[in-house]
């Protein structure tokens, strides 16, 4: 935390999540430390065609700079993938959500869902943060480890929308990282 408190522009330097279209994450910062490479395709042509490449990996993270200056956060990492028995590294994501910050309801991907584990370091929180799934609200206190099920059902149905709502006066941060287990 000394480090990320040392580098607040690290916050700053990938707003990838932040400023997607429609996507649930616009009051949040995030320190994106492995995500799968980014390009934007001309045409829902060219999207399908890449996807047909042969070695195209939906699923293929890798390691973003910041991710090299951070290596206490990769021997958390790598030290919850021994743990879990991992895989495969998927994304590795700090995610800050301000006080009174919100992340919006939502579900993730089928395809997502369905490959990878999530899991969550508590960074830092207090009570006041709700991380709600379906019918279920948590807290989740500075140095748990959690295993979110966010759904293995099928193409419709099974994935719980979920939602983050931080009505502390400290910032939440988290470490999602997600693992394929066998």
Known sequence: MAKLARNPQWWHEDTYLRTYPQG???????????FPPRWVAASAEELAAQMKEPGYDQHECIDL?????????RDLVMNL?????????????????????????????????????????CLQSAPGVVFSAGDEQVWMAPGEVWWFDNGKGDKDEGR???EVINNSPVERIHMVI???IA
């Open 24 to 34: 649930p994450f616009g009051e949040i910062d995030s320190i994106i430390c492995r």
């Open 65 to 73: 700079p910041v991710y090299d200056k951070l290596p206490e956060a």
């Open 81 to 121: 993938m021994a743990h879990v028995r991992g895989t495969r590294l998927g994304r590795v994501i700090i995610n800050r959500v301000m006080p009174g910050g919100r992340i919006f309801k939502h579900a993730d991907t089928f395809a997502h869902a369905n490959y990878w584990h999530r899991h969550h370091i």
């Open 160 to 162: 719980p929308e979920h």
């Open 178 to 180: 997600d693992i394929r």
